[in-house]
């Protein structure tokens, strides 16, 4: 029986709601397939706070770096916000992130044909279907540049830099280039490189890269008009490769466009071989917390993307993916993604979660 090993960071919030219900499904996952999925709970966040003082423990990261895989649900929440930014639960995730080598953000935004109503697109562009990954760099541009204040013409200035070295983009356009291969084949890189130097030297590694991926259609968009297009023509996306901050914009504007946040997952990854960082795309929406009431869908898909892309098993994502869909399919909705004149009473956290182990036959 293959083992892996998973450590599973519940947070804040509705976190430990979410990923109980992941959790479950990979159980069922495991069952049908004889894996053993073994999960570590470690601290990180509000809890981690509460319980050692630190948003991010030494144990937690040297768990998670001996594992095959981290699966986080959310940290944050009020009773931390009014402490200071060194200590609050957010800081854990950069301290993820950094301490992981999570350089490559990958957010898929699927419109679910039985979603198609939450889509606040022209009906006719809906239609036509939304599929796209976003690989966002993590680690570098804009957020980890120089910066700092300074007197200048206008008096007091803040300033930031946006900087991106060869070796830095090479890899993270590999993760795009790989990743189109194993899907529609067709990678658009988003820059300003009418403007921006480093966009410029962005754009130059991206051709080069391009040369090992002849199979693989590249074109490059300005970000104004990616975010555009985005509206207009969302079905021509496949996997879209960009800056830390382009893709911090356009992964939010992707992923309205395909109904709620509480659909969405994701995946940090860094070198290969070492373990990547799945989560959903919300955050521990303290509002809902302990009411069954959140969505757990974007967390069960988020283990579907670790079942892939970190632990190599396609066959069992498709499996989690597939059994998503006829979820959605039976009309089975949690509230955040009931429209109107939707006839079944909304599920809790719960009972979606376990209509998707049903689906799985497990
Ligand atoms: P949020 O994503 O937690 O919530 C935004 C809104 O979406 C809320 O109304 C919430 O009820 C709803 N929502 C979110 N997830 C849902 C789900 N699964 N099902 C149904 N509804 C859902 O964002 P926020 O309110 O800005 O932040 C709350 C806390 O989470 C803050 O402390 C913030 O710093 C933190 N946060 C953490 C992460 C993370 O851990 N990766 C990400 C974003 C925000």
Redesign the pocket.
């Known amino acids: 029986m293959a083992e892996y090993r998973i450590a599973l960071i519940p947070?804040d919030?509705?976190g430990p709601e979410?990923t109980g219900e992941a959790c479950a499904v990979l159980d069922a996952v495991g069952r049908r397939h004889g894996h053993a999925f073994r999960t570590l709970p470690v601290l990180a966040?509000g809890a981690a706070i509460d319980a050692t003082g630190a948003p991010l423990p030494d144990e937690t990261l040297e768990t998670c770096r001996e594992c095959d895989a981290v699966l986080?649900g959310?940290?944050?929440?009020w009773k931390w916000?009014t402490l200071p930014g060194h200590l609050r639960?957010?800081r854990a995730?950069l301290g993820l992130r950094s301490g992981l080598g999570l350089y490559a953000n990958l957010r898929p935004a699927t419109l679910h044909p039985a979603l198609a109503a939450a889509c606040p697109l022209r009906a006719d562009i809906a239609a036509q279907g939304i599929d796209v990954v976003f690989v966002r760099e993590l680690t570098g541009g804009m957020y980890f540049g120089d910066r700092g204040r300074r007197e200048g013409k206008f008096g007091l200035e803040g300033f930031d830099t946006e900087a991106y070295g060869v070796g830095e983009v090479e890899r993270i356009a590999r993760v795009g280039f790989e990743l189109a291969r194993g899907r529609r084949k067709k990678l658009t890189s988003v820059d300003k490189a009418n403007v921006l130097e480093s966009s410029r030297v962005w754009r130059e590694v991206v051709v080069r890269v391009a040369a090992e991926y002849p199979d693989v259609a590249l074109d490059h968009m300005y970000v104004d008009n990616a975010s555009m297009q985005l509206i207009r023509r969302p079905s021509d996306f496949d996997v879209v490769v960009t800056t830390n901050m382009f893709g911090d914009i356009l992964s939010d504007e992707a992923g309205q466009i395909t109904g709620?946040?509480?659909m969405l997952p994701s995946a940090s990854l860094g070198d290969p071989g070492k373990p990547g960082m799945y989560?959903?795309?919300?955050?521990?929406?303290?509002?809902?917390a302990g009411k069954d009431?959140?969505?757990?869908l974007?967390t069960i898909l988020s283990v579907a993307m670790m079942l892939r892309l970190s632990l190599k098993l396609p066959k069992e994502a498709d499996e989690v993916e597939r059994a998503v869909t006829a979820v959605l399919a039976s009309g089975a909705r949690?509230?955040?993604i009931r429209q109107p004149g939707d006839g079944n009473a909304p599920l809790g956290t719960k009972a979606m979660g376990r209509r998707v182990v049903e689906a799985l036959g497990a």
Do not use: M, R, W, Y
């Open positions: 947070g919030g509705i979410v966040g986080l959310a940290v944050g929440g916000d639960p957010e995730l709620s946040i509480g989560e959903p795309v919300h955050g521990s929406a303290p509002d809902i009431l959140a969505n757990p974007a949690t509230a955040d």
